[in-house]
């Protein structure tokens, strides 16, 4: 709903912050790919943290990026004709809580309708002023010798030695292992919450997601016959998906939306074949396909018009 990577703006608060969360970031990438145990997509934001401590970033500073940030086009008014029409609206994120109830609050969804991470940074800083932090400081510029992000291996091997070795051994480490970040089969649970609360199943919802934090909720709704879909979305989110959708209009969804309520899944993919794949809003049906590249390349373009710097993150 919001273009800003609140996360990567936060970073950019500190020099060569933005630099080191897109080595993060790929990193992130490397590891959810590689089924890591006990980690999931998006950890990026958990990841960051012990930067974020010693650079001295607060929860004040988190809300004040987020108040920069804008709306998407239509996403207010597609939130708002939704709810008048019974829908039930809620937001699954991977955003720190600061960001997710900032934009939350300009759509009109409540802090009780949004499963985000929580983040207290402040207590973290407290608890660990004047601490040692050579060992992040050190960190930070052999990181930045891996930028741009290109070579995978250099990078995992490095960041391995960080955040799985090094940190363990620091106490400022247990900022990296206290947080529970809401990516991946966290959203997953989180969508399941949602359903349950209103005796549904999964295949009774809709989520809409567009990067690879939502891979596993996509897959697991699409899988289950709910209608998941791709907005916007990168190479990860839309093979996972029942439609994809490329617009700079949040209110396209609407199209998807309305005959789905109507009729369910079947309702909702028959009634796209009037839609021309190669015109703006690009709705494509994503079921019982194999090659995904020209959407994908059709979902960069208008990714890359609407996020703008933040597109190029997994």
């Known amino acids: 709903m919001s273009p800003q ?3 990567y703006e936060v970073m950019g608060l500190f020099e060569n912050g933005h ?21 999931e997509a998006g950890d990026t934001l958990a990841l960051i943290a012990p930067f974020l401590v010693y650079h001295r970033i607060t929860e004040k500073h988190v809300t004040e990026v987020s108040k920069k940030a804008m709306l998407v086009d239509g996403a207010k008014e597609l939130i708002s004709q939704l709810k008048e029409t019974g829908w039930e609206v809620y937001i699954i994120s991977t955003s720190y809580q600061q960001h997710a109830y900032n934009i939350g609050s300009q759509v009109s969804i409540s802090p009780e309708k949004i499963h985000c991470t929580s983040f207290p940074l402040d207590s973290y800083i407290r608890e660990f002023e004047g601490l040692d932090t050579t060992l992040i400081a050190e960190a930070e510029q052999e990181i930045l010798e891996l930028y741009p992000p290109i070579n995978d291996m250099k990078v995992k091997m490095r960041l391995d030695r960080f955040f799985w070795n090094d940190m363990p051994k620091s106490p400022i480490g247990r900022v990296l292992f206290d947080m529970s970040v809401v990516g991946g089969a966290r959203k997953v649970s989180a969508a399941e919450r949602v359903a349950k609360e209103h005796d549904l199943d999964l295949k009774d919802i809709v989520v809409v997601g567009d990067s ?11 899988d289950e016959g709910g209608l998941a879909v791709a907005f916007n979305g990168n190479q990860y989110a839309i093979p996972e998906a029942t439609i ?10 609407m199209k998807i939306l309305k005959p789905w309520k109507e009729g369910g899944r079947e309702k909702a ?4 074949s009037e839609y021309k794949e190669k015109k703006e ?8 396909r194999n090659d995904f590249q020209d959407i ?15 597109a190029k993150l997994g």
């Open 212 to 222: 690879i934090t939502d891979l596993k909720m996509l897959k697991a709704v699409n």
């Open 244 to 253: 994809g959708l490329a617009t700079t209009n949040m209110m396209d969804l």
């Open 281 to 288: 809003p690009y709705i494509h049906v994503l079921v019982d």
């Open 5 to 7: 990577d609140n996360a």
């Open 296 to 310: 994908i390349d059709v979902h960069k373009k208008v990714r890359n018009m609407v996020r703008g710097r933040a």
């Open 269 to 272: 993919i028959s009634s796209l």
């Open 19 to 39: 630099r080191i969360f897109e080595i993060i970031s790929r990193y992130d990438d490397l590891l959810a790919l590689e089924g890591k145990e006990g980690y």
